[in-house]
């Protein structure tokens, strides 16, 4: 079985007191995230709510692999045309210039 491209791995966890997004190395940097550093980074975005990504995932029928950490963090693979609806669910988690 072939991978499907692209493929969205990120993690979104805390940073002192706020959140941020990290992409793994290989993750496709997508245009629909134009705020990722030079390392594919964003830096504040909001607290990943697993319930309303299962349920924007679901209902676009777009398979992805989550996995909660225990203090609320968050990583996320997605392959193929569900990367590109990961994405579009990520974009809501971008807050920039918002300071809480």
Excluded: C, H, N
Aim: aromatic letters at 12%; glycine letters at 8%; charged letters at 25%.
């Amino acid at each position: 079985m072939k991978d499907q491209a692209p493929v969205l791995d990120v993690f979104i966890g805390r940073a002192g007191d706020a959140w941020k997004l990290y992409s793994a190395p290989l993750s496709w940097r997508t245009p629909f995230l134009p705020y990722m550093d030079a390392r594919g980074d964003i830096y504040p975005v909001r607290q990943p709510d697993l319930e309303d990504l299962e349920r924007f995932m679901w209902e676009s029928d777009s398979p992805y692999g989550p996995r909660p950490t225990s203090d609320g963090g968050l990583q996320i693979v997605a392959r193929g045309r569900s990367a590109v609806t990961l994405a579009v669910w990520l974009q809501e988690l971008i807050r920039l210039g918002d300071p809480t």
